[in-house]
């Protein structure tokens, strides 16, 4: 079955440092992958999508990489601020489609 | 435009209790899933509807079950309740079942 990666242990950078956070998966190569920010105690919210045919998605500080030959996904956030500071989730659909498939999440933690 | 709702935020029910849980998509949004987030297994899906039709779900046993109506509200039940069942429940919409989710901020239940 499909499994996500994304590293278990938090991430904590200085206010204004480019953050890194990696997705990995098995088997298969989805269509799209997507990432979600996770704040406590509340839902998931959206970020970006990037598909199978897209090396590179941007949305202001965010970008978005996509390896289907390393099967891969890198999440950089550019110009880090304190209130970036939540668990990032990389998720993607097997196929069949209709039912997500969720990593554990990654905390990052930005210092003023 | 209004985001998802869900009803209640907070439950407390005793083991072998039943509890039904409500979901109202965003205007628009015909598609609703399922997942239960709890700290060891992360966000895990349990099921997705599409115009009053249950599409796919996840590995959960039978207890766990679901609806939607006409107007694109779900509502998710549990019987038998079980401690292990204490999780945030949380629903999504989308368009059309593929691609961004819009969470709710979910029903946190708790079974003692």
């Known amino acids: 079955s499909q499994k996500i990666e994304q590293n278990s242990e938090a991430l904590n950078i200085q206010e204004g440092k480019t953050a890194t956070l990696t997705c990995n998966y098995t088997?298969?190569?989805?269509?799209?992958l997507q990432w979600y920010r996770q704040d406590p105690g509340r839902g998931p919210v959206f970020l970006l999508l990037?598909?199978?045919?897209?090396k590179e998605k941007r949305k202001e500080r965010l970008k978005v990489t996509f390896d289907t030959t390393l099967k891969q996904s890198l999440f950089h956030i550019t110009a880090s601020q304190p209130a970036d500071s939540a668990t990032y989730l990389c998720?993607?659909?097997?196929?069949?489609?209709?039912?997500?498939?969720f990593g554990a999440g990654t905390r990052l933690f930005v210092k003023a | 435009k209004a985001g998802v709702t869900q009803t209640p935020r907070y439950l407390i029910k005793t083991r072998g209790q039943q509890v039904t849980l409500s979901c109202s998509p965003i205007?628009?949004?015909?598609?609703v899933s399922w997942y239960q987030q709890t700290p060891g297994q992360g966000l895990q899906f349990l099921f997705e509807?599409?115009?009053?039709?249950?599409?796919n779900k996840g590995n959960f046993p039978g207890r766990f079950s679901g609806r939607q109506f006409s107007n694109s509200r779900s509502e998710m039940n549990v019987s038998t309740l079980e401690l292990g069942d204490s999780a945030l429940y949380l629903c999504?919409?989308?368009?059309?079942?593929?691609?961004?989710?819009?969470f709710g901020p979910g029903t946190r239940l708790t079974v003692t």
């Open positions: 999504a919409s989308s368009v059309k079942g593929v691609g961004e989710q819009y």
């Open positions: 088997n298969y190569s989805p269509a799209y």
């Open positions: 990037i598909r199978e045919n897209e």
């Open positions: 998720a993607l659909e097997p196929p069949g489609g209709f039912k997500t498939i």
């Open positions: 205007s628009g949004h015909r598609s």
């Open positions: 509807y599409f115009s009053e039709t249950q599409r």
